[in-house]
């Protein structure tokens, strides 16, 4: 079974200042990992993905995340706040190559004051 | 390419009343899921299509909730004798059979409010 939990339902920062959201998840097997984020009364977009090799992924709006295994977390770092990062985030995990259902955590609500 | 589609939007119902979604997934993908978000909370899988076989259901999809996928095309999900707890947003994502980490894609949802 997996299970992802987020630290944090509301994160607040201010503009230019670094975005930290984090993930920490469990899985029997080794995991898939991705990042979505959904903006109000819209459906997820993914800001990025962790299925195998380098563990530092990049992805879109300049967002990036680590997979630790030792750790077993995917924490989200972006170096500088833009507002129009304000938006809801959502890690989940998926069993590898095997598995199809998405198990995704509570969500971040990041914030960025001016 | 439109990407994945949802009708209705909005559905406001009452009760006891039985309701149909509509999902459209991007045309060359053969997976097709059901996800159900209630307000505060991350998404819930509910069931999972790959071409037209039904091949995954979540213990949360209750014998009053039924699924069909009848050509391997667009999807529909009804819920019969709404409850007041069914009220959430429902997602529907499709994606392609690639080897691994296949992105899910999601539609914008449809919100239903049981009154």
């Known amino acids: 079974a997996q299970s992802v939990t987020q630290l944090g339902s509301h994160v607040s920062v201010s503009e230019g200042a670094l975005v930290l959201l984090r993930c920490n998840y469990s899985?029997?097997?080794?995991?898939?990992l991705f990042w979505y984020v959904q903006y109000p009364n819209q459906g997820l977009q993914l800001l990025l993905k962790?299925?195998?090799?380098?563990?530092l992924v990049k992805g879109i709006n300049g967002f990036e995340a680590e997979f630790k295994k030792s750790e077993t977390s995917f924490h989200l770092t972006k170096p500088s706040a833009h507002m129009s990062d304000a938006a809801e985030y959502f890690c989940?995990?998926?069993?590898?190559?095997?598995?199809?259902?998405?198990?995704f955590g509570g969500g971040t609500r990041l914030m960025v004051k001016p | 390419d439109t990407g994945v589609s949802q009708d209705p939007r909005h559905k406001i119902t009452k009760r006891g009343q039985n309701v149909t979604f509509r999902c459209d997934p991007i045309?060359?993908?053969?997976?097709l899921y059901w996800y159900r978000q209630t307000l505060g909370q991350g998404p819930e899988f509910l069931t999972y299509?790959?071409?037209?076989?039904?091949?995954?259901k979540s213990r949360l999809l209750s014998d009053r909730f039924s699924a069909e996928r009848p050509k391997g095309s667009f999807s529909t999900l009804e819920i019969q004798r709404t409850e007041q707890g069914d009220s959430a947003m429902y997602l529907c994502?499709?994606?392609?059979?690639?080897?691994?980490?296949?992105?899910?894609?999601f539609g914008p949802g449809t919100r239903l409010t049981v009154l």
């Open positions: 989940a995990v998926k069993p590898g190559h095997a598995g199809n259902m998405l198990t």
């Open positions: 899985s029997s097997v080794p995991p898939y």
């Open positions: 962790y299925t195998t090799g380098a563990t």
């Open positions: 045309s060359e993908h053969n997976r």
């Open positions: 299509f790959q071409n037209e076989a039904q091949l995954e």
């Open positions: 994502a499709s994606s392609a059979m690639t080897p691994n980490g296949a992105e899910q894609f």
